[in-house]
T-cell receptor
Framework: AQSVAQPEDQVNVAEGNPLTVKCTYS??????LFWYVQYPNRGLQFLLK??????LVKGSYGFEAEFNKSQTSFHLKKPSALVSDSALYFC????????????FGAGTRLFVKA | DGGITQSPKYLFRKEGQNVTLSCEQN?????MYWYRQDPGQGLRLIYY???????QKGDIAEGYSVSREKKESFPLTVTSAQKNPTAFYLC?????????FGPGTRLTVL
């Protein structure tokens, strides 16, 4: 069965420090991986995706993610956090069993303190 | 939130009533999806549609119904059979592998 896990419910970081939001996955075959961000009472916004190619993927708002096949991880990173980055972050994987469905993690809440 | 609109933003329903949530997109995407979001549980798939006049049940379809008569529109009806309908409902459409989301509708049952 395909799945995605976000081991941290919450991440706290000081403004200006680097941030990492963790994600691990379990899929059969090559994974299609995604990161989304959600601000309060809003829909999810697409940040970036990994399909193939370079393991380091760059996305919106200065975020990037590193695909690590041996560790089955796809951690989201940013070199210098902003207070405005505080939000709920979802990792997701494409469900290849059919229907072009996407499986979402439970989400990690990021707090960036000024 | 791009070219996907959901209405209303907030919806209140009395127990025993059916309500319909609207989802419209002008992105010319074939596939559309409905999710339910509860605190701490991420997103759960209710229904999805790959093409007009076709739709499939997701993981939690009981108590919900949909239609897909037009490419642009994928309304969701929450019926009185849904035991615990209070939640945040998200609609999405898909381009290739990536889903794009609307702003959501918060449904509260009084």
């Amino acid at each position: 069965a395909q799945s995605v896990a976000q081991p941290e419910d919450q991440v706290n970081v000081a403004e200006g420090n680097p941030l990492t939001v963790k994600c691990t996955y379990s899929v059969s075959g090559n994974p299609y991986l995604f990161w989304y961000v959600q601000y309060p009472n809003r829909g999810l916004q697409f940040l970036l995706k990994y399909i193939t190619g370079d393991n380091l993927v760059k996305g919106s708002y200065g975020f990037e993610a590193e695909f690590n096949k041996s560790q089955t991880s796809f951690h989201l990173k940013k070199p210098s956090a902003l207070v405005s980055d505080s939000a709920l972050y979802f990792c997701a994987v494409r469900d290849i069993t059919g229907g072009f469905k996407t499986i979402f993690g439970a989400g990690t809440r990021l707090f960036v303190k000024a | 939130d791009g070219g996907i609109t959901q209405s209303p933003k907030y919806l209140f329903r009395k127990e025993g009533q059916n309500v319909t949530l609207s989802c419209e997109q002008n992105l010319n995407h074939d596939a559309m999806y409905w999710y339910r979001q509860d605190p701490g549980q991420g997103l759960r798939l209710i229904y999805y549609s790959q093409i007009v006049n076709d739709f499939q049940k997701g993981d939690i379809a009981e108590g919900y119904s949909v239609s897909r008569e037009k490419k642009e529109s994928f309304p969701l009806t929450v019926t009185s059979a849904q035991k615990n309908p209070t939640a945040f409902y998200l609609c999405a459409s898909r381009e290739r592998d990536t889903q794009y989301f609307g702003p959501g509708t918060r449904l509260t049952v009084l």
